[in-house]
Nanobody
Framework: QVQLVESGGGLVQPGGSLKLSCVAS????????MAWVRQAPGKGLEWVSK????????SYADSVAGRFTTSRDNAKNTMYLQMNSLTPDDTAVYFC???????????GGQGTQVTVSS
């Protein structure tokens, strides 16, 4: 059973930073491309980033490129999302997921709320 436990969210002022973590269990984390996705209030799921199996290559949505950095530690079954220069548009519930293909994900957690507000 896929379990993905996200943490690290919270309330931050515009321009601030947060680092999210995702601890995985129940599947072969070190054999899967992983992703971060988010869902803002009243909106659909939005892909944020993905990272390859060894953690050597990541890609980002245009809306976060240059501000967010995804990394992973396969020894710890953990993925991270460093978020800098946050804006109110980044307010959302953030989920980590197994990246199955374009637009296809498997989520396994409750997500973590990120609120950017002054």
């Amino acid at each position: 059973q896929v379990q993905l436990v996200e943490s690290g969210g919270g309330l931050v002022q515009p321009g601030g930073s947060l680092k999210l973590s995702c601890v995985a269990s129940g599947f072969a984390f070190s054999e899967n491309t992983m992703a971060w996705v988010r869902q803002a209030p009243g909106k659909g799921l939005e892909w944020v980033s993905k990272i390859n199996v060894p953690g050597t290559s990541a890609s980002y949505a245009d809306s976060v490129a240059g501000r967010f950095t995804t990394s992973r530690d396969n020894a710890k079954n953990t993925m991270y999302l460093q978020m800098n220069s946050l804006t109110p548009d980044d307010t959302a519930v953030y989920f980590c997921a197994i990246h199955l293909g374009p637009g296809r994900y498997t989520r396994g957690g409750q997500g973590t709320q990120v609120t950017v507000s002054s």
